[in-house]
């Protein structure tokens, strides 16, 4: 690997920064990476485990000097770290994010970007149920898609280099407009985070009745759910709130492919339910083929043993 920036800004250390940091160490992609987060809890653990290069105690400190810099904070608080940062920028540097949300990140981070300093917006499709800066790893992106949406006006140079970084950390990467962006995360992600979420609560409510049978007797497909759900609850609620529309329309045509599972249900209609389920595999194995998951039984999870902690 060669270097490709001089020094990146990570703004925000959960988990997507500290991959970030981890990955381009691995492959020796930047000169210098430079951190800051809001919380001095934050920032204390991200020097304890020697998670970038430096840690700085102010946004403007971290960015000062970066070509580089990406915003790693929920998209409800893009607008304002933006506001905070640009007055600090380095004329030519490039601003990117990796927010799971598109059109409302460029409407309240694009106006800001000050005279001379590029704009490309990205999204890397990778995470986990875990946040905070002790769980980033360096093969979190490694085959995994990361999406650049630039602008018309976008620098061809700077989205040429900005390619050049998540390929580097691992990622196949593609180009998509904001608009189709939002409406294919709302199908591929945010609509079944709202799903697990609320299948969750409601096993929940039903725990208040049968004790802790729902946790004691949970099987595979509810321990996944469980899984989703932890997700960081400020991250999941701003991308619900900012892709209104998106998630609304994918959460419309899931419901009305429910009630017709139910009234096959209520008939007897095991035709339906059979066909259905028989073109639905079909997506799973389409996954594992593109190389998004393995079809090793238990989704490739270590077998665990009475004689295990």
């Known amino acids: 690997m060669t ?3 001089d020094r990146i800004a990570l703004i925000g250390l959960g988990l997507i920064a500290s991959s970030m ?11 210098e990476v430079v951190g800051y987060a809001r919380s001095e809890e934050t920032r204390d653990t991200a ?12 946004a403007a400190e971290a960015v000062r000097g970066a070509d580089l810099v990406v915003l790693c904070v929920p998209v409800g608080a893009m607008g304002a770290v933006m506001a905070e940062i640009a007055p600090h920028l380095a004329s ?8 799971s949300v598109k059109h409302h990140v460029i409407d309240a981070v694009g106006p800001q970007i000050p005279e001379g300093v590029h704009f490309v917006p990205a999204h890397p499709l990778a995470g986990t149920e875990h946040s905070g800066p002790r769980s980033g790893f360096a093969e979190l992106f490694d085959n995994r898609w990361c999406l650049l949406v630039p602008g018309e006006d976008s620098d061809p140079d700077a989205v040429a280099r900005l390619r050049a970084l ?21 199908v591929t992600s945010h609509a079944p985070h709202l799903i697990a979420y609320t299948m969750v609560g409601v096993a929940d409510d039903l725990r208040r009745v049968t004790d802790s049978e729902v946790i004691k ?7 996944d759910f469980t899984r989703i759900a932890a997700s960081d ?18 959460l419309g045509r899931f419901t009305e492919e429910l009630f017709a599972l139910q009234r096959a249900i209520r008939t007897g209609d095991g035709d339906h339910l059979h066909d259905y389920f028989t073109r639905t595999r079909a997506i799973r194995r389409g996954i594992i083929e593109a190389g998004q998951d393995t079809d090793a039984p238990n989704f490739g999870r270590g077998t665990v043993t009475k004689d295990q902690p």
């Open 233 to 250: 609850p400020t991250m999941w609620r701003d991308v619900f709130l900012t892709n209104k529309e998106a998630t609304l329309e994918i």
């Open 92 to 99: 030519g540097s490039t601003v990117s994010d990796v927010g």
């Open 21 to 31: 940091f981890w990955a381009a160490r691995r492959g020796g992609l930047a000169g």
């Open 217 to 223: 007797y949970s099987a595979a497909g509810f321990r």
């Open 47 to 58: 020097r304890e485990i020697g998670l970038c290069d430096r840690i700085e105690d102010t």
């Open 3 to 5: 270097k490709v920036y």
């Open 166 to 186: 998540w390929e580097g950390l691992g990622s196949n990467v593609d180009v998509m407009d904001a608009e189709h962006h939002d409406l294919v995360l709302a």
